[in-house]
């Protein structure tokens, strides 16, 4: 079963994830972190999902190679987070080709898989180009990911809503 968690930025749209990750493991499951880039902001923040995860997940640390890594597994994946994935892949030059690729890999593969994806389309346009580039792609491969996922939930103020 493939799933997305789709939400604005600090929507709890990482709770709802790990609570419905958690209700479908039947052993520990795998909680795959793409976050790469790392300032002192970027770390409280990890730390803050650290301490709410408590020991309940298997923590993988991967930025890029996604499908390699959900390959090995034997329990469902939350991938935390496409978002972080897709600037990951933007900061090492990677094409949209490159990156639709990968995702196909992944979401190919057997394995339960639950993604976390921030939903950027309501956001204004920016005047930096990399950051439209970022909006284009996350959205693409958003509605990408959705319509190949059995379960889609949108998350607002906490509350995780199914839409497909």
């Known amino acids: 079963m493939k799933t997305l968690f789709i939400g604005g930025i600090k929507?709890?749209?990482?709770?709802?994830a790990e609570k419905y990750t958690l209700s479908l493991a039947k052993q520990k499951p795998i909680?795959?972190?793409?976050?790469?880039?790392?300032?002192?902001?970027m770390l409280e923040k990890i730390e803050l999902h650290k301490q709410n995860r408590k020991s309940d997940f298997v923590t993988v640390e991967e930025p890029l190679s996604l499908a390699n890594i959900i390959a090995k597994q034997e329990s469902v994946v939350l991938v935390e987070c496409v978002s972080m994935w897709i600037n990951n892949m933007l900061y090492h030059q990677k094409s949209y080709e490159d990156i639709l690729s990968?995702?196909?890999?992944?979401?190919?593969?057997?394995?339960?898989?639950?993604?976390?994806?921030?939903?950027?389309?309501?956001?204004?346009?920016?005047?930096?180009?990399?950051?439209?580039?970022?909006?284009?792609?996350?959205?693409?491969?958003?509605?990408?990911?959705?319509?190949?996922?059995?379960?889609?939930?949108?998350?607002?103020?906490?509350?995780?809503?199914?839409?497909?």
Do not use: M, P, W
Not at 11 to 16: E, P
Not at 34 to 39: G, H, K, L, V, Y
């Open 31 to 41: 909680y795959l972190a793409t976050t790469e880039f790392i300032d002192v902001e």
């Open 102 to 164: 990968e995702i196909q890999k992944v979401l190919a593969l057997k394995q339960d898989i639950v993604f976390v994806l921030n939903d950027v389309g309501a956001s204004v346009v920016s005047e930096n180009a990399l950051a439209r580039e970022f909006v284009n792609i996350s959205g693409k491969l958003s509605q990408f990911i959705a319509s190949e996922c059995d379960e889609v939930y949108h998350t607002i103020a906490g509350i995780a809503s199914r839409i497909k």
């Open 11 to 16: 929507s709890g749209k990482s709770a709802q």
